[in-house]
């Protein structure tokens, strides 16, 4: 049985943040309601591959969702929401600031509606402090909590990395601080209010730098290939360099394309078996024995060096080649994969992280996976509903309304939008 199966949950999320949340409690088991606005989603129509069909940005989503349109700026759709909240153990939104007091539903009055629910809010700086009313995306998020600052090479503009950690990664917060808060309301019959804000979750991506940043009072940081130094307050952009307490970096290999490169940690434990696996194709038969790169400390000191030699060696070899190479030997490695990389591979797909799906609008595409594997309970992944598929579906299920009531809620434009005023 699905681990959340019984959980349902009222989704107002949009973009990226919030929907990436509530499809991972999808794909755990929950039924998820997508309350959307009646124009839809607004990424159901950004970055459109194909024409009139839902673009990938939603699609890739809000797979195992159910979808309802109701107009929140009429009477009768603020019931269909009373209505539902009633009748769901969680809600959650990511909309600007402001925008569900508006409607006339703050926390306080949602709980009173039903005191057991669960509530989930995204925010990009959360609900108090300075940065309170502002509206925020991904790069944004990126670039406020730290992670800009900290990417990119040292004497280069900051850059955003390509992992979405301000939206999809404040959305993962989210899931847990949810999954917790419903655990705690099965227990007590309260619900409360879950908040993650993108500025806080990129920090919490962040925290090795926030070690780093703390360390600077004290020293320089050897294993950074940047110069530090005592009392240098910010921490620097430092490339590949490996961000922990081994030496590591990415190697150009053979044919010397975008992505021909490989990561490689020198563990100070394989440096033996790799300086003598690479030193006699380098002419250094005794490289293992070379004073320079003897200790963690000497290679710490001599790594421009050391990189050299790793990349003077890989010049022979494509990036696979040398994972082949080191792998026997131990030495922790990946090949820098491109997305056509991965959408080949072999243990990507037997892992299930590329999945074919079907859709009525724009026919076979592809999915990433489930990345949480639950061994009782592995996730079926179906394709993101069309606007409003089950909005009468769950009207009638959920609600129990019957053909009287969901034909007047639809004369009063409750489930769509208003029509456009003549100019
Ligand atoms: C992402 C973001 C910047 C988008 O901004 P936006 O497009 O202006 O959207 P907002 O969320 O501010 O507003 C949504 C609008 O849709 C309206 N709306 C939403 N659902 C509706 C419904 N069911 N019926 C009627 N209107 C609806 C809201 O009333 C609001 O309009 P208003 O400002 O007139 O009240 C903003 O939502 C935000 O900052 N969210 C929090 C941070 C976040 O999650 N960012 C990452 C997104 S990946």
């Not at 394709?383 to 959920?398: A, F, K, N």
């Amino acid at each position: 049985m699905e681990a959340l199966k019984g959980v349902r949950i009222l989704d107002m999320t949009h973009v990226q943040a919030g929907p990436t949340c509530s499809q991972l409690l999808a794909w755990m088991g929950a039924d998820v309601i997508k309350f959307e606005n009646p124009q839809g989603d607004a990424t159901r129509g950004q970055l459109r591959d194909v024409p009139n069909a839902d673009s990938l940005y939603f699609t890739m989503l809000n797979c195992n969702k159910r979808s309802i349109t109701v107009n929140m700026k009429s009477a009768e759709g603020k019931q269909v929401f009373t209505d539902l909240l009633r009748k769901c153990d969680m809600i959650m939104e990511n909309f600007g600031p402001g925008v569900l007091d508006r409607f006339g539903f703050p926390w306080e009055k949602i709980r009173e509606i039903n005191p057991k629910i669960v509530m989930g809010s995204i925010k990009g700086f959360g609900s108090s402090g300075p940065y309170a009313d502002f509206k925020a995306y991904e790069n944004v998020a990126q670039a406020m909590g730290g992670a800009m600052s900290t990417t990119g090479v040292p004497d280069g503009p900051p850059f955003v990395t390509g992992a979405q950690i301000g939206d999809s990664g404040t959305g993962l917060h989210l899931a847990i601080g949810l999954l917790a808060a419903l655990r705690q309301a099965e227990r007590t019959g309260k619900g409360q209010y879950v908040e993650v804000a993108m500025m806080d979750g990129v920090m919490n991506l962040c925290r090795v730098k926030f070690r780093d940043h703390q360390r600077l009072t004290r020293g320089d940081m050897p294993e950074y290939s940047v110069p530090t130094y005592k009392g240098m307050g910010e921490v620097p952009r430092a490339g590949n360099d490996s961000g922990g307490g081994q030496l590591g970096n990415a190697i150009h290999c053979k044919p010397h394309g975008a992505n021909d490169w490989i990561y490689i940690v020198v563990q100070e434990a394989v440096w033996d078996a790799l300086a003598k696996r690479i030193g006699p194709e380098l002419g250094m038969p005794g490289l293992a024995t070379d004073a320079r790169f003897a200790t963690i400390g000497e290679r710490r000191k001599n790594q421009q060096l050391m990189w050299t030699l790793i990349n003077k060696f890989a010049e022979k070899y494509s990036k696979r080649e040398f994972m082949e190479i080191l792998n026997p030997i131990d030495v922790p490695c990946g090949p820098i994969m491109s997305t056509e990389d991965l959408a080949n591979d072999e243990h990507v797909r037997g892992r299930q992280m590329w999945v074919e799906l079907d859709h009525p609008q724009r026919g076979k595409w592809w999915n990433v996976g489930m990345p949480i594997k639950l061994s009782d309970s592995p996730a079926v992944i179906k394709r993101s509903p069309v606007l409003g598929e089950h909005t009468e579906e769950i009207l009638r299920e959920v609600l129990g309304y019957d053909q009287n009531k969901i034909s007047s809620l639809k004369t009063a434009g409750a489930l769509s939008a208003p029509p456009k005023k003549a100019a």
